[in-house]
């Protein structure tokens, strides 16, 4: 089956911990896209990568870091230096330009 | 930035009626994505329209680019269609992301 999958589906990390979320898509897509949702909000863009070994900042790119190493892979490390993490993480991808596919999200608390 | 406002915020409507969900926005785009956000997150995709109009069984939307609005129907409302409704959009010119609307929420009642 061709599809975006995000794992874990829930984390919980401590104040000053660096987390890894996971992102991997089976669909050739080449550009893959990394958003936030708060609750009762819609969702902003951390960082998109166009093709691999590339990537850009969006709209609240602070305190996170992504590297594209390969074309089905986007993973996203939130870091200490993120001020509220504690969010709903939805990864996308696309063919350049196109319609825009999600993966199921990862929800993530500090405790 | 561009802004993209969705009408109305919330909407609680009798199983069977009918509903119009608005988006309106600000510049012109070269995408426009109609998603319905299920109670578990999941974000699935309803539309690909930046213009004209398209139809999927109960649902159905039209987007006039040259107003810069678009609208989402869902006819003979069902339960299953409760949850958030958002609609994004992308700009030309190399800039990739989707800017979202602030969603409606919709709950149909048995």
Known sequence: ?111 | GIQVEQSPPDLILQEGANSTLRCNFSDSVNNLQWFHQNPWGQLINLFYIPSGTKQNGRLSATTVATERYSLLYISSSQTTDSGVYFCAVGINFGNEKLTFGTGTRLTIIP
């Not at chain 1, 898509?25 to 909000?41: I, S, T, V």
């Not at chain 1, 951390?46 to 691999?52: F, N």
């Open chain 1, 1 to 111: 089956d061709g599809g975006i999958t995000q794992s874990p589906k829930y984390l919980f990390r401590k104040e000053g911990q660096n987390v890894t979320l996971s992102c991997e898509q089976n669909l050739n897509h080449d550009a893959m896209y990394w958003y936030r949702q708060d609750p009762g909000q819609g969702l902003r863009l951390i960082y998109y990568s166009q093709i691999v070994n590339d990537f850009q900042k969006g709209d609240i790119a602070e305190g996170y870091s992504v590297s594209r190493e390969k074309k089905e892979s986007f993973p996203l490390t939130v870091t200490s230096a993120q001020k509220n993490p504690t969010a709903f993480y939805l990864c996308a991808s696309s063919i350049r330009r196109d319609e825009q596919f999600f993966g199921p999200g990862t929800r993530l608390t500090v405790l």
